[in-house]
């Protein structure tokens, strides 16, 4: 008996160090930040018929599990892994509810997260032979749970256990369902469970979600260049506006069709649907997007001019190439406006199979590319625009202006990391620019054309290796080791210990604004303090381990710092004590 009570115990303590209690005989999981319970679809559930089970997620206010491995840092996304030593019962794909975003304020960063109450369902298939007698079998299923649950300030990898529950199995009907599975897919949100459109409804509702896109503020940049696009072609045959009109709206279906293209490849590679303004979560992707905006407001500035902006800027019959490029842009910068209709419509499509995902995707760039084709293919709308003059020169610089304007937005979405560094970029880019539009010339000698415009391009390539490049480490890192901890303690040395995960995107924020500020690193170097980093991004790390059971703390971030002679150490676990940091070491005797 004391025995038992004594592995009870352990248990116990076990479970309250990682902050998460043993499952209960119901089958529920609770901590101090969430609560995971289990359901059964049926009380019995018949032989060769299907059924599921219900997982219910409660968690705590600011906490969140992330959604897609793809998108979650460091691949520590919400898992569940059901289980059963029985042969009676075969379990299908989980069916997860419409993940939400999350936007990390410090980093600046969106990202698919699952928060407040939400349920994950199971589906499972029963077969076998045929049972003796009226008692039911009862087949215990065991659900592993896995993935990082985390806050603002802090991230956990808590070791959930097991959910468990009896599924009776009988040879008689089953009952009265307790609830319903969502139709179709994985991404169908729970709060539309039950509904479906109809195929027609479902394509005229993307049809229309394409054409609010033109009313969208992401879209007006571009609108001018179409406008000065067509004002000049309107003193041309129907036939070249109508012209004009298809490949603006070609460039619009092309970068639709690359969006159904890259569900396509989510869906057979990963398993996972596309989200409408995925592109715009990547840094790099809005860098580019940012540099190209900056390099086309200055051609409407006329800093420069080449071949391919001539045709761009619409001055020659020939510009269909440029039209489609603007027609491609204007797509691109429709992704961050999503209103209800858009996100119902691009919903649906992603709960649909591969081929009327497909056209309903497309639906939606039919539908804002509709009004282009219509105000180019009857003459009488485009008979009454003013004639070109002096107003189109102010109208286009006017229109850089707002380019730029949608650059600088775009600047500050982009991690704070990296964000000095692009807006130093854009400076020395624009110069660049100058330099080959500005002190040469087509007329110009061709060894000095040659000369200035390579020297702009060496220029822009190394300064963008130089100032887009990951932030420099400052410190000196070294592995978590705990006997290089012991001794470097036996030696009376200070000793700061840096626990982090690569999953963790406070610890990455920790990084920023504590680490890499140029004096606290220097402090630690002067001070001769042993700086250790501990890395707990998996479970089977001695820093994990170390975290838990020997210092006691519930999860990362955490900076440590061990001062001689004191035998507990000073802890931080926010993101910004930066200051504290300095001040601390500052009083510190080499």
């Not at 998460?20 to 609770?30: D, E, T």
């Not at 440029?322 to 649906?348: D, K, R, Y």
Request: hydrophobic fraction near 50%; include cysteine; glycine fraction near 8%.
């Amino acid at each position: 008996m004391r025995e038992k009570s004594a592995v009870i115990l352990c248990l116990i303590l076990v479970f309250a160090a990682s902050g998460v209690a043993a499952p209960s005989a119901g089958g529920v999981i609770k901590s101090d930040v969430v609560t995971i319970s289990v359901e059964r679809q049926h009380e019995v559930v018949g032989l060769n018929s299907k059924s599921a089970l219900a997982i219910h997620f409660e968690l705590k206010k600011d906490w969140h599990f992330y959604a897609f491995a793809g998108t979650a840092p460091g691949g520590v996304n919400l898992k569940l892994a059901p289980s059963s030593k029985e042969d009676y019962i075969s379990f299908s794909e989980p069916i997860f509810p419409q993940p939400h975003f999350y936007f990390d304020k410090t980093l600046n960063e969106k990202l698919d997260v699952f928060s407040g109450e939400f349920t994950v369902f199971l589906p499972f298939s029963v077969s076998g032979p045929g049972l003796t007698g009226d008692k039911p079998v009862n087949v215990n299923v065991k659900i592993g749970v896995e993935g990082a649950v985390c806050s603002d300030v802090q991230c956990r990898i808590p070791d959930f256990g097991e959910l468990n529950i009896e599924v009776k199995i009988a040879d008689s009907p089953m009952g009265r369902a307790k609830f319903f599975l969502p139709d179709a897919a994985k991404t169908v949100p729970l709060e539309t469970e039950g509904v479906s459109y109809s195929v027609w409804f479902a394509l005229g509702l993307a049809f229309l979600a394409g054409l609010t896109l033109n009313i969208m503020p992401c879209v007006w940049p571009v609108l001018p260049l179409v406008v000065l696009r067509i004002v000049e072609q309107a003193k041309t045959g129907k036939g070249t506006k109508l012209a004009m009109g298809l490949a603006f709206s070609l460039g619009i279906l092309l970068f639709f069709a690359c969006l159904a293209g890259a569900n396509i490849v989510l869906h057979l590679a990963y398993g996972r649907a596309l989200q409408w303004g995925d592109q715009l979560r990547d840094p790099t992707f809005v860098t580019v997007l940012a540099m190209v905006l900056i390099v086309l407001a200055l051609f409407m500035f006329d800093v420069f001019s080449f071949a391919l902006p001539v045709s761009v800027s619409g001055k020659t019959s020939g510009g269909y190439a440029g039209t489609t490029g603007m027609g491609f842009l204007a797509a691109v910068l429709s992704t961050p406006c999503s209103f209800g209709i858009l996100a119902a419509a691009f919903a649906w499509a992603q709960a649909q199979p591969l081929v009327p995902a497909t056209i309903a995707i497309m639906a939606i760039g039919i539908g804002m590319a509709v009004p282009y084709v219509i105000l180019t293919a009857i003459p009488g709308l485009l008979d009454n625009l003013p004639k070109p003059g002096k107003w189109m020169d102010i109208f286009k610089k006017a229109v850089g202006f707002i380019l730029l304007g949608i650059a600088v937005w775009m600047i500050t979405i982009v991690p704070e990391g990296r964000r000095t560094g692009l807006l130093f970029y854009s400076v020395i880019l624009s110069f660049c620019v100058w330099m080959w539009g500005g002190w040469v010339s087509f007329d110009s000698k061709t060894s000095n054309r040659i000369i200035v415009r390579l020297v702009a391009i060496l220029l822009a390539v190394s300064s963008g290796f130089w100032l887009l490049s990951a932030p420099k480490v400052l410190v000196d890192w070294q592995k978590y080791d705990a006997e290089l901890i012991e001794k470097s303690l036996a030696e009376n040395k200070p000793v700061l210990i840096k626990f982090t995960a690569d999953w963790c995107l406070s610890c990455k924020a920790v990084e920023k604004l504590v680490y890499q500020r140029k004096d606290v690193a220097e402090l630690i170097q002067q001070k001769g303090v042993v700086a250790i980093k501990a890395d707990t991004t998996a479970k089977d790390y001695p820093a994990t381990k170390a975290l838990k059971d020997m210092y006691n703390e519930p999860g990362v971030p955490v900076s440590m710092l061990f001062m001689p002679g004191e035998k507990e150490p000073i802890k931080w676990r926010d993101k910004t004590f930066g200051d504290e940091l300095k001040k601390t070491l500052e009083n510190i005797n080499p």
